[in-house]
């Protein structure tokens, strides 16, 4: 699980207790008989889902960068609040698709039955639709929904699975159930859909029929979506740390090469024909078409990398943030950011056409947090937004808006989805 989905899937069962089925139990809530287990056909692809903010990380590279988006002073446009806590959003077109923790329509309690999907309008973050997942006695994986080829994907805890929904109208494709949750975002791509459980990586069709399936072995777990670079699927695994490439063309699950050393890899980054993944203690520089590797840098990263193709924008254990030339991990510039108790800098990266933007944590204080936007040629500080809450996630931007997930942890808790544009 990556660290964003990690902390968001603790906070919200942190708070679940024990939850009340009266207001679940009904098809879509309970039982989720509405959902098929495989659809009769697929969904028309949107005509902007080549554009925006439709996967993980941006595209199924997780550059994180979206070099179109300028924000030089920035102001709230509007904001989404759930009871919950919430996912990075996926945004394609007019639409802003958020996977939040919520309490059921149908339930007047305090308590979290389970999560929900939501389509939102972009300009003003008026509600389209609202899709709640199945869920029997609660649970919210803080799984990052993607949009691919007209459906929101999106995994779950509740009812552990792999969702398909139509991005048009919220309504219900196909789900896959699994052993474990689905904590992390999946992969669209060649008319296939993969996501993983931690302990296997599962492909599907557009329809929901099953493809292939690895499987991480009894060393290993996977705390991190999938990625895809030199027309393999990259996926990472840790304990005994490795980077596997899987050709999918095979339709087998197997690797074409593995890579191993360090432990509790995090999610890959690609670029430059190249994969970049941190470790425990150090980046790692792969070649993405031979396994080999090409640099190493030593440092402590607390969250993943993003790119601009010639530099990489790293969070550091020590509230930094850090600039690194990709092509031989050369440091560039270092930027403060959390250097006081109880504070940190844990989101990934967001770059934009002049700035790097991350939002620091106080998890443990009563206290709101900042969005820091520094300039990512110099590290130098250009704008900053204090947040409605103590914990920030990783930001997304796309059509000239960055859009920031914040959760508030103290007292009365929820997350609120916080967009920003001059």
Known sequence: MSLH?????????????????????????????????????????????????PQYGRDTRHTGFAPEVRVDDPSEDWTFTLTGSMTPPAIVGNRVIVHGGVTPESDG???????????????????????????????????PPIVYRGSVYVGHAGKSGLYAIDVRDGSPRWRHETDNSINEAAIGFQNNVVASTGDELLAFDERGHDQWTYHTGDDRASVSPPAVGGGYVLYTTGFLGSIVAIDPREGSGVSEWIYQADSNFGTPTVANETVYVPGSTQIHAIDVATGEEMWTTEVTTSSSVATDSSRLFATTSGGDLVAYETADGIETWRTTLAAGDSVYLRTRPLVTNQSVIVTTEKPQLDERVTTYAVDRQTGEMRWTVDQPGNVGFDAVAADGRIYVPIYWSADESGGTLVALSD
């Not at 968001?8 to 009340?20: D, K, M, N, R, Y």
């Not at 308590?111 to 649970?139: K, T």
Request: proline share 5%; glycine share 18%; with cysteine.
């Open 109 to 143: 309690s305090d308590g979290f039955s389970g999560g929900a999907v939501f389509s939102l309008q972009s300009d003003d973050g008026s509600q389209e639709w609202r899709r709640d997942l199945p869920s029997i006695g609660g649970g919210y994986s803080g799984c």
């Open 5 to 53: 989905s990690r902390r968001e899937f603790l906070t919200t069962a942190g708070t679940l207790g024990v939850v009340s089925l009266a207001g679940c139990a009904t098809v879509d809530g309970l039982l989720g008989n509405e959902w098929p287990t495989t659809a009769d056909g697929t969904t028309e692809p949107l005509p902007t889902e080549s554009t925006g903010w």
